[in-house]
């Protein structure tokens, strides 16, 4: 292991600078592995941009670093960003990591540097990540603004001033943000923490809602740390997995406790018109049957990276006598005791159902899996995420770090680490070959992290499904697709025939832009660009960046890409509100 972390760092970091303060852009490029990867969100363009080895990195360093004007880059001491050692498993390499911070053209910068050695003695990033973290004179409030303590004030009230405020938001939002769960309110969260004004709207009763009309078994699949939500770290006492209706009672009171603006019962009408010289938007918000008008500059939709439900349009479902549903429907087994049901997909939901439906008295229960399918045991899954998000290290670091290690490398080194993946889950995967699972590790090896960012699909992570599987309890039917129904059965593209009573389609959903089409019209849709997946350089695609349409925005991912992005998406907003960035596509 390296003896002096700290050195190392300061080393690399001072020789890094100096190359900044000199404009040497070869000196630069040689400070990077030949296969390193620079991550830059918003310092040197307004956009987030990952480049792979030296010689995009000297590319891109060549047309950006004047303009960055990076200056003052200093090693980060503080608690949990000092340099310390590191060991990248996937390498098999021991490695020095750490933070630094610099100014730049628009603000204040974070960075955070992996460091390998090179077999000369020397150092050589691997992973360097420049970050806009505060615009000057804009920077972040570390305290919940519009809630300072009153009492006793002559001539103040705290709750009518309160109320005053958000009296003006609810009449100019400066951003319309469609949609009240976890995303929407950790959108609203962050904004208001820079002092942007942001109305939130809902179109359930209940921002939880979203989550309370899930099935009643349904549990999140990573652990607490991961799925925390901006700000508010659950108690000490939560459960390792957050069920629905407990995450449901903790939005509510995140909106609550974080002083959201938020319109439940509230939607959008549909064809909001831009107009590009005020550029501001004309919208009506249907709030509890009533028409609002509103103006806001931005909009952004945080209706969830997946929408509305995929549900397959198979011939003679209208003569079949038994219920056909999609599984966002599903609402719990016991409609569902003692009746023969099969579910079509084999994704984190159709195992949820199928577990669900075992265990509470279903006569029979069939899985249908049309291809194969990518399985990681859940506890595996869990114990690398606690190793990147442990409950002793602040969860701004934690982020800080994760986002550090670009998407495209982590792809990479997860396709490069796949036959140990094999190999980890081999007891498992004998249980789901033993009862017909056909499996993968995703369409390149990727692994189902990767995955979820490509396709959010395709994969589950288990939780005892597979002991069912193998003891046949919950059969398997692969390598078909449902061709059409009779009174009694579904009938297969091989000509097989199943009896059921009950089909749950466990299909998927439409994605976000595809849902919001209607709402928008599609001339404006095909105007903007594809959202989530991973663009060429592993940045997600169309999310927290220029949409192709000015003033319109997604937002997507999981609670880190939520949590975290969160403040590359609000920098932007702001600096727009500034001036500093031009508001267009």
Known sequence: MTADPHSIASSWLAAFASAVDAADIDALAELFTPDGWLRDLLVSTWDNRSLEGREKIHGFLSSTLAAAELNNIKLDDTDYLAPRTSFIAQLQSPDVESAFTFECAHGHGQGYVRLLPDGTGDHKAFTVMLMLSELHGHEESNTLILREDLTGVPGRNMQEEFADWVTQVERKPYVLVVGGAQTGLQLAARFKQMNISVLVIERNARPGDVWRKRYPSLTLHTPRRHHSLLYQSYPTNWPEYTGRDKLAGWLDQYAVSQDIVLWTNSTLKANPKYDPDTREWDVTVIRSGAEVK???????????????????????????????????????????????????????????????????????????????????????????????????????VSDLRWASIPNGLQKKMSIASQDFMWESQRELHDKLRKGGVKLNMGPEGEGLFIMTLGRLGGFWQDKGGADLIADGRIKVKGGVSPDHFTETSVVFSDGSELPADVVIYATGYVQIKETNRALFGEEMMENTKPVYGLDEEGELRGSYRPSGHPGLWFATGDFFNSRFMSKILALQLKAIQLGLMEATS
């Open 294 to 396: 509103l103006r806001p500059a931005h909009i952004v939709l945080a209706t969830g990276t997946l929408g509305a439900a995929n549900i397959p349009d198979i011939h003679g479902q209208d003569i079949f006598r038994g219920s056909v549903l999609h599984s966002t429907v599903y609402d719990g087994p016991k409609p569902h005791v003692g009746k023969r049901v099969v579910v079509i997909g084999a994704g984190n939901s159709s195992i949820d159902i199928c577990q669900d439906l075992v265990l509470s008295g279903a006569e029979s229960v069939t899985m249908v899996q049309r291809s194969s399918t990518c399985v990681i045991g859940r506890d595996f899954i869990s114990a690398l995420l606690g190793q990147n998000w442990p409950e002793d290290v602040p969860m701004v």
